[in-house]
């Protein structure tokens, strides 16, 4: 197999393994709708405690 000097770094051991752990992940992890309104009350609470 000829692999590209620029994707060379895709191929190591390091990679790979890095690359099957977040395949996992995603497969373990599905996509799923953002509750915005959550998202906000989040936010509004940090800024309310990073302010105190």
Same mark, same amino acid.
């Given at each position: 197999?000829? $692999? *590209?000097? %620029? /994707?060379?770094?895709? &191929? +190591?051991?390091?990679? %790979?393994?890095?690359?099957?752990?977040?395949? +996992?992940?995603?497969?373990?992890? *599905? *996509?799923?709708? +953002?509750?915005?309104? /959550?998202?906000?009350? &989040? $936010? /509004?609470? %940090?800024? %309310?405690?990073?302010? $105190?």
């Amino acid at each position: 197999m000829n $692999i *590209p000097n %620029k /994707e060379r770094w895709l &191929h +190591t051991p390091q990679m %790979k393994a890095k690359l099957a752990r977040a395949d +996992t992940w995603m497969r373990v992890n *599905p *996509p799923r709708d +953002t509750d915005l309104a /959550e998202m906000d009350r &989040h $936010i /509004e609470r %940090k800024d %309310k405690n990073d302010s $105190i």
